[in-house]
């Protein structure tokens, strides 16, 4: 019988397992700012059921805080904003510890410089660009994901600042899974000699599992087409065809409906694929920090050196074991998926071999401190899908000469939304100089001066004054705005941003890298690299 807490996650514990719903309650979550986008975020997070979290804000709930933000109610005014978020949203689920920091970001690093440093991600809303410039400086080092969150007027805004991030579990869309058809592994051909398929009665040849038929009947191909399988999508197409023809007949010639054929069928594409090392895994393998590993190295680059040792030897990724559902017999199935099962277990064996022969090299002893057998089997089961994500820094994006590609070719495009991220920091270089948001005085009188900032911008990165015109549109708009927060476009920014950190707590699903615009006039999202 599945316990309490079970019951209580049922739903994202399919999505991320217990490892991941653990790796949740172990966080601890700091929010500067309760801003409507600030709480938004955070009840996506403590809903779920994550450890901890920290609000850090000393302003006074207002009227004006009360009409855009749940989280603040007409009986907290006059108390912090920090008080009457923390308090509500520990409403919402009674396993998570919230406090209310009630001072200054600046007064609580000046009391402790390393404040921020003690938590697993720190969530970024409505923070100056000095301010905000400073302590991502501080989490970088410290290799501390930053999440900047801005909701401006019908613009949403989200900047993710973190070193690296290593993914194992990354859950694709689509994935070919890995059957070795095409060059199967010797437990498997000595299973699949044991099958005679012309001697089964009809029953039994219309529950073959598909991958049986598939291998079988390639091998018969091979024999008419000099030893090659098909390949290309044309000789695939034959292929199908030539298996369609091996279906049992009734007495007038016709061929029987045969759910296995169907099945073999439709997965000649998918399954017939080669098993080469991906390009993606490759450039992990040789990265420096796989191939240059020293006693402070994390777990997953660790493992990477036992799988390119692996990948060395056996020039093959470590089989996954996985099958899918499939039109069979209990016992045709079940024997089938012991072979498959049986082969994962030796290459993760192996695999377990290679890592404590990398610590050995290292003068470490490997025990279940360091890393589980669990995590060396989900390792071997994805490992095909390893994915490590960088973003860059606070420091460059705002210090660099030229943007990304991304950013560079949105000026070719009046329609992009990228340009959004032009004008919300040509924004925020008005409010540096100002001290306060554009358009919060006089429309028309900010806006010669928000262009002026827009220009010395985009002038840094040496775009032609000509392509400025681009942004007219958009500035005018952040000044119609006046720093306005709407909570439609606060609620939907507090949704995405808190998948973003679940993926960051988890390290699970591929996290966007650098930036995401969400234009609630189109309405549309564009993930970017700044």
Known sequence: ???????????????????????????????????????????????????????????????????????????????????????LLKELNPDVKGVAAEESLATLLEKDPEYLCKFSIVIACDVEEDTLLSLSNKLWEKNIPLMVCISYGAIGYMRLVFKEM?????????????????????????????????????????????LVLLHKYLEEWKEQNGGEPPKVYKEKKKFAAFLMSKRRKNDKGACLDEENFEEAYKSVNTALVDVAVPRDVKEILEHENCTNLNSDSKPFWVLCQALKRFVDEHQTLPLSGSLPDMFSDSASYIKLQNVYQNKAKQDMICLMDNVSKVYADLG??????????????????????????????????????APSDDVTQSFH??????????????????????????????????????????????????????????????????????????????????????????????????????????????????????
Not at 370 to 381: L, N, P, T, V
Request: aromatic share 8%.
């Open 1 to 87: 019988m599945p316990n309490e807490k079970e019951k209580k996650y049922d739903r994202q514990l399919r999505l991320w397992g217990n490892h991941g719903q653990q790796a949740l309650e172990d966080s601890q979550i700091c929010l500067l700012n309760a801003t409507a986008t600030g709480t938004e975020i955070m009840k996506n997070l403590v809903l779920p059921g994550i450890g901890g979290f920290t609000i850090v804000d000393n302003d006074v709930v207002s009227m004006q805080d009360v009409g855009n933000n749940f989280f603040l109610t007409e009986d907290f005014i006059g108390s912090t904003k920090a008080q009457a978020a923390t308090k």
């Open 166 to 210: 290593c993914v194992v579990e990354t859950h694709p869309d689509n994935y070919f899974e890995d059957f070795r058809l095409l060059n199967p592994f010797p437990e498997l051909c000595e299973y699949l000699k044991t099958i005679d398929i012309d001697a089964l009665d009809s029953k039994g040849h219309s529950h073959v599992p598909y």
């Open 364 to 401: 470490c002893i490997y025990d279940n401190g360091r890393m589980s057998e669990a995590e060396i089997k989900r390792f071997c089961r994805n490992s095909r899908l390893l994915k490590v994500v960088r973003t860059k820094s606070l420091e460059v994006e705002y210090r660099q000469t």
């Open 413 to 530: 495009d009046n329609t992009s939304d990228i340009l959004w991220y032009v004008a919300l920091r040509a924004a925020q270089k008005f409010r540096k100089e100002q001290r306060r948001f554009p358009g919060i005085e006089t429309l028309e009188g900010d806006l010669k001066p928000l262009k002026d900032c827009s220009e010395k911008l985009v002038g840094s990165w040496g775009v032609p004054q000509v392509q400025l015109a681009a942004l007219d549109d958009r500035l005018h708009e952040i000044c119609r705005y006046g720093g306005a927060e709407l909570h439609a476009i606060a609620s939907f920014l507090g949704g995405v941003a808190a998948q973003e950190a679940i993926k960051l707590l988890t390290h699970q699903y591929v996290p966007v890298v650098d930036a995401l615009i969400y234009d609630g006039i189109k309405p549309s999202t564009t993930a970017f690299r700044v």
